[in-house]
Every structure is written in structure tokens, then in C-alpha cells.
């Protein structure tokens, strides 16, 4: 395994019109869970993903399962529950700029995810925890379960990636704060936003909020910018990477997941820091283009054309 990840996935209805939800008469359903999609993305460009979770042994359960699988993600330490449904999600696009979600994942059956249900070889085989704040947010037992595959991924030689990915309707906020902050004193990089900078440390600057996670013990650290691009620091190497230009926004949802799937992409192939954060940039770009969170993942082919014709 390259990355092994764990959190929850849910199906989303995405609405077919603009405006407030209840309005909606017409959705399509996907597969949307911020891990999964990083691992989707990963493993679309060719590397070797697994994910840990729960599922209802319900329809969406299985629907959830067959995506991952079919987009190549390895899903053998999946539990499917039998006691508890599985998560979804609406989003509303309340108009072209602004999108909303909604989400029905209380008592899930990823919420019921435990210690347990992580296998520590099948851990140790990866060479990246990747991880996000998602997942403690969601219960005692998942927030137990983050700090648990951080120590076994430390035994193990494993680098923990994570991304605060901050969720301020499943948790009250000074509970996100202090855990998002000791999860980052655990890990080796971390990939923030800028509100997710401000919201933890009150800093508005990349420089510093890369400073803030550096005192805490990160050492790798770099802040999302939208279409900016990013800001990377790394052991006194600092630097902005400019951001591929998007001709049209469809659906921002997803992002961050394909920033952190181009990024890993490139630690995978030991490029530079810089080129890493290229990529995270690339895939970022591309996948707000298209509908859905997972749908507009590149594969490396698409993704090698994307970053040569702009560069070129
Ligand atoms: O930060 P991003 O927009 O990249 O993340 C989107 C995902 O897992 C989305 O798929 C949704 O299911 C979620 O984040 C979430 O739980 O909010
Ligand atoms: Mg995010």
C-alpha cells in the first residue's frame, strides 16, 4: 500500500438547480467522503490505496463499496454494520458562487468506527497515513480511532499526513480547536486552509500560520490558497506556488481532497516539495471544474497534459 486512510463516506445528492434545497425537486446521487476522495484520486493516478471505515449493510453501504472498489481502492478492512445506517449528504447551491451542505450522519455506521477496527499490519503496510478532522468530529470511538492509526502509523515508519479539514457543524468550536490542534502536534505535514489558520491560531498570513504549526512540532506545512495556489514551509525552505487558472468554477467541493491527492501524489515519486505542491495545485484546479466531488479526478496522463499546457 501507498496511503491507507480512514473516515467516513457517505452518498450525496448534488441538485440539478440553484436555490434553496427544499425547492429541489431533482438530485443526482454520488459517492463523497473527504478520505475516500483523496484515495480515489490516488489511486486514479496509479498508486495503491486502502480505506478503513464502516458502512451500513444497507443499499448505500454497498454502493459506496462498489465505487471504491471500482476506482481501484482496496476496501478488505471495511466493516459493514449491521445496527446502523449509512451517512448522506445534500449540498445546495444557493446561487453560483455558494454551496451549502447538509449533512444526515448522526449515529452512522462510520460513527460507530472504533480502535478495533484497525488492523495494525495492514497499517504498516502503507507508507502514508493520510488523515483528516473530519474524523474525529464524528465520536468518541472515531476520534479514538484517529490517535490510535497515528500510533501505530508512528511504530511503523509511516508519515501522517493531515488536513484540519475544519467542520463547524459537527462539533462546537473551542472542541475543534484544542483536537485539531493536538492531532497536528502529532503529525509530520499538514495541509491547511486559511480559515482554518485564523480559526485555530487568530493568524491571517500563511507565514505565520506556518509558524504556529511548526511551533507545535509539524514540519512540513502547506496553507491552501484557492486559486491562489499554496504556500509551502518546510525546514526554512518557503515558498507561494501559484495557482492554475480555472476557467469556470462548477462545484468547489473536493478541493482540498484533490490538492491532497496531487501533493501525496508527488511525495510518492520523491519530486520536489515544490513540484508536490504543483500538483496538489493541478488537481485541485481540475477537479472544481466538473460535478461532484471524485468525478473530475485526472489520471496521471490528464494530469501530466493539464500542468504541461499551462506551463508550456
Ligand atoms: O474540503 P473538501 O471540499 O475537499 O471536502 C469535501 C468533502 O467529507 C465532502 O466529500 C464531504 O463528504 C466531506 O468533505 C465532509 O464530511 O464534509
Ligand atoms: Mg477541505
Request: charge should be negative; glycine fraction near 10%.
Amino acid at each position: 500500500m501507498d496511503v491507507i486512510s480512514l473516515g467516513e463516506t457517505m452518498v450525496l445528492f448534488n441538485p440539478h438547480s440553484t436555490g434553496k434545497m427544499r425547492y429541489c425537486q431533482d438530485f443526482s446521487t454520488k459517492v463523497a467522503g473527504a478520505e475516500s476522495n483523496t484515495l480515489i484520486g490516488l489511486s486514479k493516478l496509479g498508486y495503491q490505496t486502502g480505506w478503513i471505515s464502516r458502512v451500513g449493510k444497507d443499499e448505500l453501504g454497498a454502493r459506496i463499496l462498489s465505487t471504491l472498489r471500482g476506482e481501484g481502492v482496496d476496501v478488505s478492512f471495511v466493516i459493514r454494520d449491521e445496527d446502523a445506517s449509512t451517512g448522506l449528504f445534500l449540498k445546495e447551491k444557493t446561487n453560483e458562487r455558494h454551496t451549502k451542505v447538509f449533512y444526515y450522519r448522526k449515529g452512522s455506521a462510520a460513527s460507530f468506527m472504533s480502535k478495533g477496527d484497525i488492523n495494525e499490519e495492514y497499517l504498516a503496510s502503507a507508507k502514508y497515513l493520510y488523515i483528516t478532522g473530519i474524523t474525529p468530529a464524528l465520536s468518541s470511538s472515531c476520534y479514538e480511532s484517529i490517535f490510535h492509526s497515528i500510533k501505530i502509523a508512528k511504530k511503523h515508519g509511516l508519515k501522517v499526513v493531515f488536513d484540519p479539514n475544519l467542520r463547524k457543524t459537527l462539533w462546537g468550536e473551542h472542541e475543534a480547536r484544542e483536537t485539531l490542534i493536538d492531532v497536528a502536534k502529532e503529525v509530520d505535514i499538514i495541509l491547511p486552509g486559511i480559515s482554518e489558520g485564523e480559526f485555530l491560531f487568530g493568524e491571517q498570513t500563511p507565514e505565520k500560520i506556518c509558524s504556529q504549526f511548526h511551533q507545535l512540532g509539524v514540519e512540513t506545512v502547506v496553507v491552501k490558497l484557492g486559486e491562489k495556489g499554496a504556500y509551502y514551509s518546510n525546514k526554512g525552505e518557503t515558498s507561494y506556488i501559484e495557482g492554475y487558472p480555472v476557467h469556470k468554477v462548477v462545484d468547489p467541493i473536493g478541493a482540498g481532497d484533490g490538492f491532497a491527492a496531487g501533493f501525496l501524489s508527488g511525495l510518492l515519486d520523491h519530486v520536489s516539495l515544490q513540484e508536490a505542491v504543483k500538483r496538489g495545485c493541478a488537481v485541485g484546479s481540475i477537479v472544481v471544474t466538473v460535478e461532484g466531488d471524485i468525478e473530475g479526478l485526472p489520471d496521471k496522463e490528464e494530469l501530466y497534459h493539464f500542468m504541461n499546457a499551462i506551463t508550456s
